[in-house]
């Protein structure tokens, strides 16, 4: 699934196509990316906005209009966005999206499992929105060390589910955690508020580390992730833990292990990531 760095790779590629162009013409192909909306409903009433700024919101694009309108796009686990020259894209089966924008380029929304979602709102509507469902900004000036432990304090939960939680720290999914974890030396099951403060600021480093990682090598392109031209990231050759059980860690030669953590695979290090 695309995490902060897919989604900010996106973004960036993204966004000097997007900003200032008009959508001139939509279609939307599946009631799934838009319900409970109707499909040609909400295609109508994008056409005619102006794109202002493409931003990110944790792993949502926020595409901010001069209305005052905003698109929330969430990739979820399979999609990922096409921006190409009018009328070269190829038959795709799983293309759900197309936009046309005034300089005649296409933008295109391709989701395997279909789990995406595209969320119009109204002008001043999308900022409640968000604030419910997505914490601080991991790779801004204010998430510090104190910032992060105050997300995880008095928390009981394992440190790696306390991370997946989007309304803890906003952008992390399983690839960046476990890597973050490795990194830190953090064993995935250590309860979320347990940390000292040598132990938060190792985390805090590693967190910030992995995620501008990520971010230069455009991403982890496993399957389906892919940045707008069609090209691949390359952060999956970078992995020290994360899809390598049995391989040696390249810290200290102990094979990773793998565990399941609330139904996600989990790698670490036993030997580096130990339980106090
Ligand atoms: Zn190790």
Known sequence: MPELPEVETVRRRLAPALEGRRFERVEIGDARLVRPYEPQAVAAELVGERVAALERRGKYLVVRFESGRVLLIHLRMTGSLRHAPGGTLEDDPYRRAVVRLD????????????FGTWLLFEPGESEGYLVA???????SPAFTAAALGARLAGRTAPLKSALLDQRRVAGLGNIYVDEALWRSRLHPLRPAGGLDPNELRALHRAVRRVLELGIARQGATLRDYATPDGSSGSMQDEFNAYGRAGEPCPRCGTPIDRIVLGGRGTWYCPACQRLP
């Open 103 to 114: 300089d005649g380029s296409d933008v295109a929304y391709r989701d395997v499992r279909r």
């Open 133 to 139: 469902r997505v914490g601080p900004e991991p790779l």
